[in-house]
């Protein structure tokens, strides 16, 4: 939660104060007061400071008591600043200065010792290595540009300062307005959990802002996150999001399937996923996103594109189509009136092409025509200029129908140069701009195709918890037996195919008792059995299963050989990881060979529910293949479900798995199960 402190504090002192606003400590104070802070602010400097509207203290002992303490000094000087402020009364601390954890052990001490004295005194830092908060009460940041605040405008939480105002910036440039920003810096003490927690508290449905805009490049308490968010957005609120700082170094040394596939990046998308988070990878997507949101009507899956730019639409259709929306024609008779109202050569199947000479008056009766049109439910209107006349009337019928019309309308006005005096004014009006058709088409699929969140709705397969929990307490860490296994999938009531170890020769003479021929025939030992040759198919007479029982004893590290009965279908994995405090990341796709070389791979965070598990098995590229192809029979679907709910549930009730590799699993109309599988435990 924020403090009052740090929200809405009556007096600031700015440590390290200056009358120089190309200084942090000189610029927060102009745009303190610019912003029009109305409580009293206190210059401390050795040096003697003259600001209007300034007190210069020499001092910070000398200071009277302050609810908010701006400090912009040498960070080995933080710490006993904040420890004198605090015990003096100061409950909030706003820390631009670096060199703390980012700069290595001795910085890491620092911010440590900041932490220990802020929950000693029972006060809050923002930051450290930040640029500070700007909100409706004061403009507590040293950068440029201050936006206008708007009550109804988005909220930002970022981790970086830089790109704040990179983001602040950019997002001028389209009309997106901000309410709340929060440069969060290292996070120390309060993170994007904290302020996401605190938005969630005193989230107002009348007042508070309903879209949130994250750049971060830590997420210390995964859960924390996932409740608040989840909460938000169910409240009614969009989240988009950046996550910075992925690596996939980390992935080559994992040593199974599962484990290579689950880089840091397929992590924080599982995470964002749950949460019903946009997951954006750059600035100008984020701020696209957001400027879908703050029109704030219903984006729905059908979307008109009228135009007077025939490449435009083309463009924006294909990026549209490609992303799950459609661009649904228009009957003719329906649009036969409206057709008559425009220039020959115009067409009105969809997109809706008014031709270069089109009027204001022509766009006015399009949009009329689409609004009162149940095909449809947004609109797209792309409309530039190529300088040889003014298009301010064009821009002013937009103004009127973005006010009127019940329907989304996303203008896309992409003469800047040509139309650049229009557009400010339409800008100026509260309205977005789109210029790029692209760019709002990828924002606008984002937007209309998540979901909503799937955090807390989860379903528990029935299982023997009993046994399953038996099992992991009689085993050691590392990779358990393959009869251990086959006992703890069974358990969990995930289907195996027939099987038996076997150790010698002899033993191989009575297997017709128990098995069918064809059998497949596995190498027990390398963890890699199809790269050293140790895997066999199709093995239909007992001359043939001692010949390969033989020479696979021969192979390096090998214990003895695993049989299997062979069974027909496709090959598919599913199969779960361990990731720190986000706990267990579950995927599937493709099995075989082909999980790291075609990667079409679905994931979601354990535990899952049904419908998530369908949501995973849908997305995959493949998914045609599951549903059946070209007269050949589909898979078991209902069954690929059950399989990956008891995987997520098996994780969830034995935390003590890091590993668990289900691959291949053989699956056709009527079955799927389990051929080969690992598991680790930790």
Same mark, same amino acid.
Request: neutral net charge; glycine residues 8%; hydrophobic residues 40%.
């Given at each position: ?172 440039? +389209? ?134 730019? &025939? ?46 000479? &089109? ?21 797209? +209107? ?290 799927? +199960?389990? +051929? ?7």
């Amino acid at each position: 939660m924020l403090q009052n402190s740090v929200l809405n504090p009556e007096q600031i002192a700015i440590i390290g104060a200056s009358e120089n606003q190309s200084k942090p400590g000189g610029k927060v104070i102009y745009n303190l007061i610019s912003g029009g802070f109305k409580g009293k602010i206190y210059g401390v400097n050795p040096k003697t400071i003259s600001i209007k509207g300034v007190k210069h203290i020499a001092k910070v002992d000398l200071l009277p008591k302050v609810d908010l303490a701006i400090l912009s000094i040498p960070a080995f000087l933080c710490v006993e600043t904040v420890e004198t402020l605090a015990q003096a009364g100061t409950k909030g601390f706003i820390i631009y200065s670096a060199g703390f954890a980012e700069a290595g052990e001795q910085g890491v001490d620092l911010e440590n010792q900041l932490i220990s004295i802020a929950e000693k005194y029972n006060a809050q830092i923002i930051g450290p290595n930040c640029i500070g908060i700007i909100n409706g009460h004061y403009k507590g940041v040293f950068t440029t540009p201050v936006p206008h605040y708007y009550e109804e405008g988005c909220e930002l939480i970022s981790s970086s300062g830089a790109t704040a105002v990179f983001i602040m910036e950019a997002a001028h440039a +389209v009309g997106l307005k901000f309410s709340n920003i929060y440069s969060i810096g290292n996070a120390g003490q309060t993170g994007v959990e904290e302020i996401l927690e605190h938005m969630d508290a005193t989230f107002d449905p009348e007042r508070s802002p309903k879209v949130k805009l994250l750049y971060l490049e830590n997420i210390k308490n995964p859960f924390k996150f996932l409740k608040h968010a989840s909460s938000l957005v169910r409240k009614g609120c969009h989240i988009a999001a950046i996550k910075s700082g992925y690596s996939e170094a980390g992935s080559r040394a994992a040593s199974s399937h599962t484990g290579a596939i689950a880089t840091s990046d397929t992590l924080i998308r599982a995470l964002f996923k749950k949460a019903a988070i946009v997951y954006c990878h750059s600035r100008e997507e984020l701020i696209n996103v957001a400027a879908v949101w703050q029109e704030n009507k219903a984006i729905g899956k059908n979307i008109a594109i009228i135009t007077h730019a &025939g490449g435009s639409a083309v463009m924006l259709t294909d990026v549209l189509s490609s992303n799950g929306l459609n661009i649904p024609p228009i009957d003719e008779q329906k649009a036969k009136n409206l057709l008559k109202k425009l220039h020959p050569g115009s067409s009105v199947s969809n997109p809706i092409d008014f031709l270069a000479t &089109g009027t204001a008056d022509q766009l006015a009766e399009i949009i009329d025509f689409c609004e009162n049109l149940n095909e449809i439910d947004a609109m797209v +209107v792309v409309f530039g200029s190529p300088g040889l006349f003014n298009v301010g009337d064009v821009y002013q019928v937009l103004h009127e129908k973005l006010k009127s019309c019940k329907k989304a309308i996303f203008p896309v006005l992409p003469s800047l140069v040509n139309a650049g005096k229009e557009i400010q004014e339409f800008l100026d009006k509260g309205h977005v701009n789109f210029p790029d058709e692209v760019v709002l088409g990828k924002a606008l699929a984002s937007a209309a195709n998540i979901d909503g969140p799937a955090y807390g709705k989860y379903d528990l397969a029935e299982m023997d918890y009993s046994r399953i929990r038996d099992i992991i307490a009689e085993s050691k860490s590392g990779y358990l037996d393959t009869q251990i296994v086959r006992e703890l999938l069974l358990a969990s009531g995930i289907e195996m195919v027939k099987e038996q170890e076997f150790y010698d020769e002899k033993s191989l003479g009575n297997i017709h008792k128990s098995m069918e021929f064809p059998l497949v025939m596995k190498v027990l030992g390398p963890i890699h059995k199809t790269d050293v040759g140790g895997v066999s198919l199709n093995i239909n007479s007992q001359e043939f299963l001692k010949k390969e029982f033989n020479r696979m004893r021969k192979i390096s590290g090998a214990k003895g050989v695993l049989i299997q009965e062979m069974k027909k279908g496709e090959e598919f994995f599913a199969g779960a990881v361990k990731k720190g405090n986000f706990g267990h990341l579950v995927l599937c796709g493709m099995g075989g060979i082909f999980v790291e070389i075609i990667k079409d791979v679905a994931n979601g965070l354990a535990p899952l529910s049904k419908r998530e598990a369908e949501k995973m098995i849908q997305s995959l590229k493949t998914y045609p293949i599951i549903q059946g192809y070209r007269g050949r029979a589909g898979i078991n679907e209902v069954a690929f479900a059950d399989v990956i709910v008891r995987l997520a549930s098996l994780v969830h009730l034995a935390p003590e798995i890091e590993e668990i590799d289900m691959n291949p699993l053989i699956g056709n109309e009527k079955e799927l +199960v389990v +051929v080969d599988a690992r598991i680790r435990l930790s």
